[in-house]
Nanobody, 120 residues
Framework: QVQLVESGGGLVQPGGSLRLSCAAS????????MNWYRQAPGKERELVAA????????NYADSVKGRFTISRDNAKNTLYLQMNNLNPEDTAVYYC?????????????WGQGTQVTVSS
């Protein structure tokens, strides 16, 4: 079955950096675009970054452009999110996501999330 396991979250001071990882299994990772989402307390889940299957194209939310970098290693079935110059507004649970085709459309799969807290 499809599994997405995030890691790398934690507590970091403003201006600091973290690198999140998402280990994927149960599907052909190299065939699908992948996404990072985040959800802060009391807010809706929002798309942070997206990457195409081969990694040739990426997109970012305006709030993280120039600070976050999404990447992937298809040989390791792993998705990454490098987060630099973090600020308290980046505090959230971060999820990796993939949408896979089924007989009746596409189904979204989510990991359990990893908590990122930016605080002094």
């Amino acid at each position: 079955q499809v599994q997405l396991v995030e890691s790398g979250g934690g507590l970091v001071q403003p201006g600091g950096s973290l690198r999140l990882s998402c280990a994927a299994s149960g599907f052909t990772f190299s065939n699908y675009g992948m996404n990072w989402y985040r959800q802060a307390p009391g807010k809706e889940r929002e798309l942070v970054a997206a990457i195409t299957s081969a990694g040739g194209s990426t997109n970012y939310a305006d709030s993280v452009k120039g600070r976050f970098t999404i990447s992937r290693d298809n040989a390791k079935n792993t998705l990454y999110l490098q987060m630099n110059n973090l600020n308290p507004e980046d505090t959230a649970v971060y999820y990796c996501n993939v949408a896979l085709p089924t007989g009746w459309g596409r189904v979204g799969y989510w990991g359990q999330g990893t908590q990122v807290t930016v605080s002094s």
